[in-house]
């Protein structure tokens, strides 16, 4: 299994500002995912963010939005920019197991943009 | 493009009763299935995955059911406990890139 943090745990941010969310994973991976779940809704997925490499995006998800980093095999970055109220969501980071397909989650960074 | 369906959205059972969640996905050609419990405030937490050549998992009370040509899934939970109410989310993996596709949820309550 591994085990996911992520920082900060919840926020409450003001329109217009921008918030990086980070996620660190006690084990090496090879893909990152982030997922946003808006409030009664399930989780979609944002990006894949691959070391070395730039992240792919899903569809209805931009870079210049969600701007993601993945400096090594332990860690990433997602970045809510120009934040309205509309992005309050729930943000979770996942990553695959080493030798299974199951996906671990972290904990979630709960925003609110007033 | 996959969609992920859970019925019911909500369940509310007595304590000790043995329930079904159920999961239907559109396209049949996933490569996997998992599914997970959120807990309110948490994160998910993985319960079952299930491979696309595989038909059931089991894990305690916890049996998952895979029926790729009709795409349906199944969770029984046996002898419900309290302590089992949560949300449970099906999802479905359409490649071996470990994207996801979730379900709206079930929100489980089970009462003492």
């Known amino acids: 299994s591994a085990v996911i943090s992520q920082k900060p745990s919840r926020d409450i941010c003001q329109r217009g500002t921008s918030l990086t969310i980070q996620c660190q994973v006690d084990s090496q991976v090879t893909m990152m995912f982030w997922y946003r779940q808006q409030p009664g809704q399930s989780l979609t997925l944002i990006a894949t963010?691959?070391?070395?490499?730039?992240?792919?995006?899903e569809s209805g998800f931009v870079i210049d939005k969600f701007p993601i980093s993945r400096p090594n095999l332990t860690f990433s970055t997602l970045t809510v920019s120009n934040m309205s109220p509309e992005d309050s969501s729930i943000y979770l980071c996942?990553?695959?197991?080493?030798?299974?397909?199951?996906?671990?989650f972290g904990p979630g960074t709960r925003l609110t943009v007033l | 493009k996959q969609e992920v369906t859970q019925i019911p959205a909500a369940l509310s059972v007595p304590e000790g009763e043995n329930l079904v969640l159920n999961c239907s996905f559109t396209d049949s050609a996933i490569y996997n299935l998992q599914w997970f419990r959120q807990d309110p405030g948490k994160g998910l937490t993985s319960l079952l995955l299930?491979?696309?050549?595989?038909r059931e998992q089991t894990s305690g009370r916890l049996n998952a059911s895979l029926d790729k040509s009709s795409g349906r899934s199944t969770l029984y939970i046996a002898a419900s406990q309290p302590g089992d109410s949560a949300t449970y989310l099906c999802?479905?993996?359409?490649?071996?890139?470990?994207?996801?596709?979730f379900g709206q949820g079930t929100e489980l309550s089970v009462k003492p």
């Open positions: 963010a691959n070391q070395g490499s730039e992240a792919t995006y």
């Open positions: 299930i491979q696309s050549s595989q």
């Open positions: 999802a479905v993996g359409d490649n071996q890139g470990g994207k996801l596709i």
């Open positions: 996942s990553v695959e197991g080493d030798f299974t397909d199951t996906q671990y």
